[in-house]
């Protein structure tokens, strides 16, 4: 089952934050943050694979919840290569398969 | 982080003819590979599974007989679209994982398929 992201879009000025959540149905055994510019592969930003756990790196952290349902991609004071497509990749217990999220769109404005 | 590449970058062709995509990981050897779809502004769409020397895992919803996947060794899988349709155009992606890489699938950087 496809987890869910939200918000689907969204549009900031260069130096301005964003969250995106990524969510499931069910309790996922990791989580995988990638970012995807037009027409080229996903990039991968980080994994979490312990419920609770944060982490991050440069001005670009994500969490995952306690029940490991959830997990947030929190960009700090945003730049113009900030912008792309970012997707949540789960996988569930036992297999390196991963389902993607569905996706948000993320622009930065000068 | 490790090396996928793809072989062709796009490819257009005829209705009806059949294309093959290579995916191979340069530096390390890939236990699995995974070969993805996506269309415009769609996500990516996990179609298939495959381990070496073994026959591929595919998802619901993907026609065996028109993907043909094949792993012959840890550094080489393709994958096949016979008698492509205008509808099977899209963006493919591969994907790689070998115990070296941890929890870390490596991608390729994609095919475009147009079909005419």
């Known amino acids: 089952q496809q987890p869910v992201q939200s918000p689907q879009a969204v549009i900031l000025r260069e130096g301005e934050d964003a969250v995106i959540n990524c969510s499931s149905s069910?309790?996922?055994?990791?989580v995988h943050w990638y970012r995807q510019k037009h027409g080229e592969a996903p990039i991968f930003l980080m994994i979490?694979?312990?419920?609770?756990e944060q982490k991050g790196h440069d001005k670009i952290s994500a969490s995952f919840n306690e029940k490991k349902q959830q997990s947030s991609l929190y960009l700090t004071a945003s730049q113009l290569s900030y912008s792309g497509t970012y997707f949540c990749g789960s996988s569930t217990s036992g297999t390196y398969k991963y389902i993607f999220g569905t996706g948000t769109r993320l622009k930065v404005l000068a | 982080g490790a090396v996928v590449s793809q072989h062709p970058s796009w490819v257009i062709c005829k209705s009806g003819t059949s294309v093959k995509i290579e995916c191979r990981s340069l530096d390390f050897q890939a236990t699995t590979m995974f070969w993805y779809r996506q269309f415009p502004k769609q996500s990516l769409m996990l179609m298939a599974t495959?381990?070496?020397?073994?026959?591929?895992?595919?998802e619901q919803g993907v026609e065996k007989d028109k993907f043909l996947i094949n792993h012959a060794s840890l550094t080489l899988s393709t994958l096949t679209v016979t008698s492509a349709h205008p509808e099977d155009s899209s963006f493919y992606i591969c994907?790689?994982?070998?115990?070296?890489?941890?929890?870390?699938?490596?991608f390729g950087p994609g095919t475009r398929l147009t079909v005419l």
């Open positions: 069910k309790a996922l055994y990791s």
């Open positions: 979490l694979l312990k419920g609770g």
């Open positions: 994907s790689a994982w070998g115990l070296a890489g941890g929890n870390e699938q490596f």
């Open positions: 495959s381990n070496e020397g073994s026959k591929a895992t595919y």
